[in-house]
C-alpha cells in the first residue's frame, strides 16, 4: 500500500468520463414493468389508483439518472481536453474546479432540473 501514487492524465480522464458516460446508456435502457395488469386485478383500491403515477415517478427518476451519468462523462471529458491542452501548474486546481462547478449545476437529484444552457468555465 505504501509509495503507490495516483497518476492523473487526460487519457486516464477520457477512459473515465467514456465509462460514466456509458453508465447513461444503462440506465437509460432499464424499463419499469407496466402497472396495467396489477391495476386491472386491483379495481377501485387505493393501490390500483397509485400504480401509474409510480410508473411515471420512476421512468423520470431513471431519465434523470441518465442524463447525469451523460452530463458528468461530457464535464470529465471537456476537463480532459482542457487538460491536455493546458501547460499550467494550475491544472490540477482548474480540473477541480471545473468539474466542481459543473456538478454544481447539475443540483439535487431530487430537485427540479436546473437549465441546461449554463456552461462551466475553467478558471
Do not use: C, W
Amino acid at each position: 500500500m505504501g509509495g503507490e501514487i495516483l497518476r492523473v492524465t487526460p487519457e486516464n480522464l477520457q477512459l473515465g468520463a467514456k465509462a460514466i458516460a456509458g453508465h447513461a446508456d444503462s440506465v437509460s435502457g432499464l424499463t419499469v414493468p407496466d402497472p396495467s395488469a396489477a391495476v386491472s386485478a386491483l379495481p377501485g383500491t387505493a393501490t390500483a389508483g397509485v400504480l401509474t403515477d409510480g410508473q411515471d415517478a420512476a421512468k423520470a427518476a431513471l431519465k434523470k439518472a441518465s442524463g447525469r451519468y451523460s452530463r458528468m462523462g461530457t464535464l470529465i471529458d471537456n476537463v480532459a481536453t482542457a487538460f491536455a491542452e493546458e501547460s499550467s501548474s494550475l491544472v490540477g486546481y482548474r480540473m477541480s474546479v471545473a468539474v466542481g462547478n459543473g456538478m454544481t449545476t447539475m443540483g439535487d437529484m431530487s430537485a427540479p432540473p436546473r437549465s441546461t444552457t449554463s456552461q462551466p468555465v475553467l478558471v
